[in-house]
């Protein structure tokens, strides 16, 4: 079946520790998103890919990194400069360029302890 | 600003009525839209996407879009209380593909 996958599920992460966020798709679709989520709110931009090592920062990079170095993988890392990174993080792919909407994974919850 | 912009609710409705959600964009170079619905904890599923100018329906949905009052909206007739949700306006400009999601609304159907 194609999809994202996102893993793992739920994180817990202990403060001034990095963490990284798997974000998989076998849709083969060229564009990749990371949004983060907090309660009550919409989707906030973190990073985006619209090719394979190629990315742009969204709104609200600031404390995060991503890498694209398979068409497939878009891993995010929540680093210790993010002060408060405890958040529903969601990843979304697109075909490539034209109208067409986001697919997007069933999300990551990570909480900082 | 904020490039999507959408009244935070709740909106509430009886079962049965029209719920009428909407949006407005700041980036004139968006060129297409998208409704989400997001149930609590779950990830954002598409409702409806238009690309020009005018109405466009899918069973008891409809959207429109004004491009000149960069206004999208999103019409449900029939209102269930299973469509209680956020619904999330999204707006997407080429060039680098940025997707850009508005704060949602959230939905309440009253039975």
């Known amino acids: 079946d194609g999809g994202i996958t996102q893993s793992p599920k739920y994180l817990f992460r202990k403060e001034g520790q990095n963490v990284t966020l798997s974000c998989e798709q076998n849709?083969?679709?060229?564009?990749m998103y990371w949004y983060r989520q907090d309660p009550g709110q919409g989707l906030r931009l973190i990073y985006y890919?619209?090719?394979?090592?190629?990315?742009q920062k969204g709104d609200i990079a600031e404390g995060y990194s991503v890498s694209r170095e398979k068409k497939e993988s878009f891993p995010l890392t929540v680093t210790s400069a993010q002060k408060n990174p405890t958040a529903f993080y969601l990843c979304?792919?697109?075909?490539?360029?034209?109208?067409?909407?986001?697919?997007f994974g069933q999300g990551t919850r990570l909480t900082v302890v | 600003q904020k490039e999507v912009e959408q009244n935070s609710g709740p909106l509430s409705v009886p079962e049965g009525a029209i719920a009428s959600l909407n949006c407005t964009y700041s980036?004139?170079?968006?060129?297409?839209f998208f409704w989400y619905r997001q149930y609590s904890g779950k990830s954002p599923e598409l409702i409806m996407s238009?690309?020009?100018?005018g109405d466009k329906e899918d069973g008891r949905f409809t959207a429109q879009l004004n491009k000149a009052s960069q206004y999208v909206s999103l019409l449900i007739r029939d209102s269930q209380p299973s469509d209680s949700a956020t619904y999330l306006c999204?707006?997407?400009?080429?060039?680098?593909?940025?997707?850009?999601f508005g704060t949602g609304t959230k939905l309440q159907v009253i039975p």
């Open positions: 979304a792919s697109r075909p490539g360029p034209g109208d067409t909407e986001a697919f």
């Open positions: 849709l083969n679709h060229d564009a």
């Open positions: 999204a707006a997407y400009s080429g060039g680098y593909q940025k997707v850009t």
């Open positions: 980036d004139r170079g968006s060129q297409s």
């Open positions: 238009i690309y020009s100018n």
């Open positions: 890919s619209q090719i394979v090592n190629d990315f």
